[in-house]
């Protein structure tokens, strides 16, 4: 008796109180305030509308799918008849959808598995062809499905399989489909794939410039009026980033003609920020505005396709939705949008044509590399401090050790009553050695008759007074030399070859730093 009464005040409630309205229908099977349509001897559906900020959306209830086919349903938009095609692969249905702004109309197209087995793919509606294209979401086998035959044909002679589980995936038209990223192999993949119609395989397209790194989630898009694949994903697999709960969206284009990628923005993005709520499955043809640059990317998040800031629908436009997929529909300028409706029993699937302006958008609050840094690194930042004031100190001392040796070197040498004083840069030299002193006396000599050189012969007959051995002369001057010229950042006295004959060797006296006191 108490649920009886129970399920009365539930249909009052829902019948009267609720914002959903019925859709007034030319075939209604039951008395109730809703739509009830048959399909193909199924259970029935019923379609109720729903109205929010001026904007009419229709909710068909799917109680005769069970809420995991749902959850896997994979979707494609066509814009030519503005029909949307569902394919449920853990049951197989193929079903397709249309007027989703008067009277909806629902057909099950077919039930399709593949030898038992359900197909996990992405599929691109071609309507002027009346055609499917599938392919499998983990990149490999490609198949066309004939929607006027019913049937399945695979179309490729791919050795390719299993290969990039997760990628970002696109219909490129004539160009062919082309895919990045994704697991395979037991490794992350951070290159793109490319099926050709005409050879029916898949080949690596070539690559240059900011090539994205490996990452765990991948989105692509086709831009056609650039010619050009825009890009993002969610970072790097591994990394300190991703250990403190933080995405970092790198956002990329890709040039289709000379194979060029360019990165031009990256997001910090706190991971408790739950803007990318599970959508339905779609790869992204029809989900880019080029006249506004909005990408819709899944769940109530959005990016500017020109500088690469997130967006995020406001909480109050669709109030009760989750699970939202953006189909924007160049000819009418519309976006549409499915979703589930979160008040209704979850077998449930929305649908509304909207305009989508920046009113309906805010803008998603990122964390500067600076706060995060603060906040996450601040060991790093104080270790990264430490090294800079080590380093800056280390410059500084360098600098003044270097002002003792610098170009501008002064050599001093005095002479009283026979015996001569020498300063190097302000700083006495000490002459206790005989031969130091005897040189010294030689450059003071040659620095009053300002000559420059003397031969090498000449030099040893004046420092040298016993017979030594031509290996014992060359190691004692580079011996003296070396002390003779210590402190300085030049030289005083060197040895070289001759100018003029370069079979004799000479010495020369750096006169310029030299001055007689």
Do not use: C
Request: aromatic content about 14%.
């Amino acid at each position: 008796m108490m649920s009886f009464i129970g399920f009365v005040v539930l249909w009052f409630f829902l019948g009267f109180t609720s914002p959903l309205r019925a859709l007034d229908v030319s075939r209604p099977l039951g008395d109730t305030n809703s739509d009830v349509y048959e399909l193909n001897g199924m259970p029935s559906r019923e379609v109720f509308t729903d109205e929010q900020r001026g904007i009419v959306s229709q909710i068909l209830t799917l109680d005769d799918l069970s809420l995991t086919h749902l959850q896997n349903a994979i979707l494609s938009y066509d814009s030519v008849y503005k029909h949307l095609y569902a394919y449920y692969p853990t049951i197989g249905y193929l079903e397709r959808y249309s007027g989703f702004d008067s009277l909806l109309t629902i057909e099950r197209i077919d039930t399709l598995l593949l030898q038992g087995e359900q197909l996990n793919v992405s599929m691109e509606v071609k309507s002027k062809e009346d055609k499917i294209i599938m392919w499998e979401a983990a990149i490999g086998r490609v198949y066309e499905y004939d929607l006027n035959s019913k049937q399945l044909t695979r179309i490729d002679d791919s050795r390719v399989r299993d290969f990039m589980f997760g990628s970002g995936s696109i219909y490129a038209n004539s160009l062919g489909i082309y895919a990045f990223g994704g697991y395979g192999m037991w490794e992350h993949k951070n290159i793109l794939l490319k099926y050709d119609f005409s050879f029916r395989e898949w080949t690596k397209s070539p690559e240059q410039g900011d090539i994205p790194e490996k990452s765990g989630r991948n989105w692509l898009w086709l831009n056609q009026d650039s010619n050009e694949l825009f890009y993002m994903n969610d970072g790097k697999i591994h990394g300190r980033v991703k250990d403190h709960g933080y995405f970092n969206y790198g956002v990329y284009r890709f040039d289709l003609e000379n194979h060029e990628w360019k990165k031009f923005n990256h997001q910090l993005l706190p991971r408790d920020k739950h803007l990318i709520w599970g959508s339905f499955r779609h790869n992204k043809s029809y989900s880019l505005d080029t006249n506004r640059n909005w990408a819709h990317i899944g769940g109530r998040l959005f990016i500017n396709s020109e500088d690469g800031n997130l967006y995020h629908l406001r909480p109050e436009i669709f109030p009760n939705t989750m699970a939202i997929t953006g189909f924007y529909d160049q000819n009418l300028d519309k976006w549409l949008f499915v979703g589930r409706n979160t008040i209704m029993d979850a077998r449930n699937m929305w649908f509304a044509y909207a305009t989508l302006d920046e009113s309906m958008l805010d803008k998603v609050v990122t964390t500067s590399w600076l706060r995060y840094a603060i906040t996450e690194e601040w060991l790093f930042v104080l270790l990264g401090l430490l090294v800079i004031h080590l380093t800056t100190y280390g410059i500084q001392k360098l600098r003044i050790n270097a002002s003792f040796s610098s170009p501008l070197d002064e050599v001093l040498i005095t002479e009283e009553e026979g015996q001569i004083t020498v300063t190097k840069n302000n700083r006495y030299v000490l002459l206790t050695d005989e031969y130091v002193q005897h040189i010294w006396q030689i450059i003071l000599e040659q620095k009053k008759k300002g000559d420059r050189e003397m031969m090498m012969v000449d030099f040893d007959d004046t420092l040298f007074t016993v017979s030594n051995s031509t290996s014992y002369r060359s190691k004692m001057k580079t011996k003296l030399f070396d002390e003779i010229n210590s402190g300085l950042k030049g030289y005083v006295i060197r040895a070289k070859r001759s100018n003029l004959d370069k079979r004799y060797k000479v010495i020369e006296i750096n006169l310029d730093i030299i001055t007689i006191g």
